[in-house]
């Protein structure tokens, strides 16, 4: 039988509601399933994929009206890739790239009688435990994962070391025609609510603004980086929130930006030339825990800050890469699954913990984020970390007094951000201090 009639017998049966086509040509498809089919094969993320696909057409290509068609239907499918298979199961039909675009384009309502809540919610084994531990409430759980189904806004960061008020760069941006407001929470946020072409963004060649979500602003800022001191950066990655730290520190003082990668390093160089920002050392961080990293052991106890952004399972950031639930899961070879890469994460986190926490002098203060939004990459590593030998020196310390969200996790000791709750992608943030 073919897949469209399978499909229709399998709406009657289900006596869906509303359907609404999506008009999209043949080509279109075609290109898009071309597409799905390489991220599959490639084992690589869909819009990495995209982009590479786009790379081999003409430069004005990722302009093009069928440009925007293709990555309206991946991301479309990305989002509901576990519902249309459940679907497609259903019906007997093999969950293939050609035909969740054919479901996709019949317009077939998505959920439909029968089905799981956590196919519903398009949750992937290795989160949901964790997930539905962080949500007791079903409700609270449902809000939530629908919150990571949307596309999340455009939210910059002014560069207070370009622009010292938020209203002048705002202005800026309302008056070349753009939809934008100041962010809720972060004082220095702006945010756009239509995802525009990043470029023609007034200030952002300057470096005057800089794309970071304001759950992201918000955790950096928990580190209240002040000018004259010597701050790292711990998992610096290509430094959106080094920049960040050290414009709270007026440039002055010594900011490390730290990384096991010298690529990643790298790549924040540009950056930090275009923000202005001048107080920034690089410093690889062997990666091996098992051997000695002798910069680390001169540095013990002479840093007054130190903020650890850990890898993680980047649960929080699902509305900005909406495949990850299944990429993440397969990205590494030797991972047979999610929950095994988690169990091989988990203990990573908690040593990066530890070894970072040795550079803090006393009366020092670290600060712990994850974008998950896992309790055992969250409040359960900072439990782990003050029953250790090293966290024995370690307090948790209540929020700064001006910080616009209370901490509600534990009894109120840590920051849980939340899509549904704040708009923002999905952080958690703990506050230590080191007593001695
Ligand atoms: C993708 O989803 C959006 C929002 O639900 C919808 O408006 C749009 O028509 C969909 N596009 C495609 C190609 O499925």
Same mark, same amino acid.
């Given at each position: 039988?073919?897949?469209?009639?399978?499909?229709?017998?399998?709406?009657?049966?289900?006596?869906?509601?509303?359907?609404?086509?999506?008009?999209?040509?043949?080509?279109?498809?075609?290109?898009?399933?071309?597409?799905?089919?390489?991220?599959?094969?490639?084992?690589?993320?869909?819009?990495?994929?995209?982009?590479?696909?786009?790379?081999?057409?003409?430069?004005?290509?990722?302009?093009?009206?069928?440009?925007?068609?293709?990555?309206?239907?991946?991301?479309?499918?990305?989002?509901?890739?576990?519902?249309?298979?459940? /679907? &497609?199961?259903?019906?007997?039909? =093999?969950?293939? #790239?050609?035909?969740? +675009? @054919?479901?996709?384009?019949? *317009?077939?309502?998505?959920?439909?009688?029968?089905?799981?809540?956590?196919?519903?919610?398009?949750?992937?084994?290795?989160?949901?435990?964790?997930?539905?531990?962080?949500?007791?409430?079903?409700?609270?759980?449902?809000?939530?994962?629908?919150?990571?189904?949307?596309?999340?806004?455009?939210?910059?960061?002014?560069?207070?070391?370009?622009?010292?008020?938020?209203?002048?760069?705002?202005?800026?941006?309302?008056?070349?025609?753009?939809?934008?407001?100041?962010?809720?929470?972060?004082?220095?946020?702006?945010?756009?609510?239509?995802?525009?072409?990043?470029?023609?963004?007034?200030?952002?060649?300057?470096?005057?603004?800089?794309?970071?979500?304001?759950?992201? /602003? &918000?955790?950096?800022?928990?580190? =209240?980086?002040? #000018?004259?001191?010597? +701050? @790292?950066?711990?998992?610096? *990655?290509?430094?959106?929130?080094?920049?960040?730290?050290?414009?709270?520190?007026?440039?002055?003082?010594?900011?490390?930006?730290?990384?096991?990668?010298?690529?990643?390093?790298?790549?924040?160089?540009?950056?930090?030339?275009?923000?202005?920002?001048?107080?920034?050392?690089?410093?690889?961080?062997?990666?091996?825990?098992?051997?000695?990293?002798?910069?680390?052991?001169?540095?013990?106890?002479?840093?007054?800050?130190?903020?650890?952004?850990?890898?993680?399972?980047?649960?929080?950031?699902?509305?900005?890469?909406?495949?990850?639930?299944?990429?993440?899961?397969?990205?590494?070879?030797?991972?047979?699954?999610?929950?095994?890469?988690?169990?091989?994460?988990?203990? &990573?986190?908690?040593?990066?913990?530890?070894?970072?926490?040795?550079?803090?002098?006393?009366?020092?203060?670290?600060?712990?984020?994850?974008?998950?939004?896992?309790?055992?990459?969250?409040?359960?590593?900072?439990?782990?970390?003050?029953?250790?030998?090293?966290?024995?020196?370690?307090?948790?310390?209540?929020?700064?007094?001006?910080?616009?969200?209370?901490?509600?996790?534990?009894?109120?000791?840590?920051?849980?951000?939340?899509?549904?709750?704040?708009?923002?992608?999905?952080?958690?943030?703990?506050?230590?201090?080191?007593?001695?």
């Amino acid at each position: 039988m073919h897949i469209t009639s399978i499909l229709t017998s399998v709406a009657l049966l289900l006596a869906l509601p509303t359907k609404t086509a999506v008009s999209f040509s043949p080509g279109v498809a075609n290109r898009a399933i071309h597409i799905l089919e390489e991220a599959s094969s490639q084992n690589i993320p869909v819009d990495a994929a995209l982009r590479r696909y786009a790379k081999y057409q003409e430069r004005s290509y990722v302009k093009s009206e069928e440009y925007k068609s293709i990555s309206d239907i991946l991301r479309n499918i990305s989002i509901s890739q576990y519902r249309i298979d459940w /679907q &497609l199961r259903e019906a007997g039909v =093999e969950c293939s #790239p050609e035909n969740r +675009v @054919a479901f996709l384009k019949k *317009g077939d309502p998505l959920e439909c009688r029968g089905m799981d809540l956590q196919t519903t919610l398009e949750c992937p084994d290795w989160a949901w435990t964790g997930l539905k531990e962080a949500f007791p409430d079903e409700e609270d759980l449902s809000k939530e994962l629908r919150a990571l189904m949307q596309p999340a806004p455009l939210d910059l960061r002014v560069n207070t070391l370009k622009c010292e008020e938020r209203i002048d760069a705002l202005r800026e941006i309302i008056n070349a025609g753009y939809d934008a407001t100041s962010t809720p929470w972060s004082p220095i946020g702006i945010r756009l609510e239509e995802r525009t072409a990043l470029g023609r963004i007034p200030g952002l060649l300057d470096g005057i603004v800089e794309p970071q979500d304001e759950g992201s /602003q &918000l955790v950096a800022s928990l580190l =209240e980086a002040q #000018p004259g001191e010597t +701050v @790292a950066d711990y998992c610096a *990655g290509s430094g959106g929130k080094t920049l960040q730290i050290a414009a709270s520190m007026k440039n002055k003082g010594r900011l490390y930006s730290m990384d096991v990668s010298e690529d990643r390093l790298e790549r924040g160089k540009p950056r930090c030339k275009k923000a202005g920002v001048s107080n920034v050392q690089r410093q690889v961080v062997q990666e091996d825990m098992t051997r000695k990293d002798k910069w680390l052991k001169r540095r013990k106890g002479t840093f007054d800050r130190v903020l650890v952004d850990a890898p993680c399972s980047g649960v929080g950031s699902w509305r900005r890469k909406p495949d990850a639930r299944r990429t993440w899961a397969t990205f590494d070879d030797g991972f047979d699954g999610g929950i095994d890469r988690l169990a091989n994460l988990l203990p &990573l986190q908690q040593q990066i913990l530890q070894r970072a926490s040795r550079l803090v002098k006393v009366g020092g203060r670290l600060v712990y984020v994850t974008c998950s939004l896992l309790p055992q990459e969250n409040e359960k590593q900072i439990i782990q970390f003050l029953e250790s030998d090293v966290g024995a020196e370690w307090k948790v310390e209540s929020p700064p007094s001006d910080f616009a969200i209370p901490f509600e996790v534990v009894d109120g000791q840590f920051l849980r951000l939340t899509p549904a709750q704040h708009n923002t992608d999905g952080f958690f943030a703990a506050v230590l201090t080191k007593h001695g």
